[in-house]
Nanobody, 126 residues
Framework: VQLQASGGGWVQAGGSLRLSCAAS????????MGWFRQAPGKEREFVAA????????NYADSVKGRFTISRDNAKNTLYLQTNTLKPEDTAVYYC????????????????????WGQGTLVTVSS
């Protein structure tokens, strides 16, 4: 499945952005999805994941309570609502699909995901 992330931009601290990730195929609904981010000079890290059916979610501690991951399988689209943004949230945000369809366990490891989108830049100023 091919993925296209969008919705990034520049925002002041405390602001919000809604990121979207459009999938090219209906098989999108068969895969758990994740958001990851990579800040300048740092390694890519897990942000949030959602099961293929949308009933389970998982978040990195750094974003818990501020970010919400969701999906619309009818529209083949993944979302990440980011609220109360902080300067340390500045990064390129990537969406990715679990390598295993109908995965029984919601995974968060970078190596468990593939079909990476091109990323969308979020810049949070203080």
């Amino acid at each position: 499945v091919q993925l296209q992330a969008s919705g990034g931009g520049w925002v002041q601290a405390g602001g919000s952005l809604r990121l979207s990730c459009a999938a090219s195929e209906r098989t999108f609904r068969n895969y758990a999805m994740g958001w990851f981010r990579q800040a300048p000079g740092k390694e890519r890290e897990f942000v949030a994941a959602i099961s293929w059916g949308g009933g389970r979610t998982n978040y990195a501690d750094s974003v818990k309570g501020r970010f919400t991951i969701s999906r619309d399988n009818a529209k083949n689209t993944l979302y990440l609502q980011t609220n109360t943004l902080k300067p340390e949230d500045t990064a390129v945000y990537y969406c990715a699909a679990d390598k295993e369809s109908w995965a029984p366990v919601l995974r968060t490891g970078i190596a468990d995901f593939g079909s990476w989108g091109q990323g969308t830049l979020v810049t949070v100023s203080s």
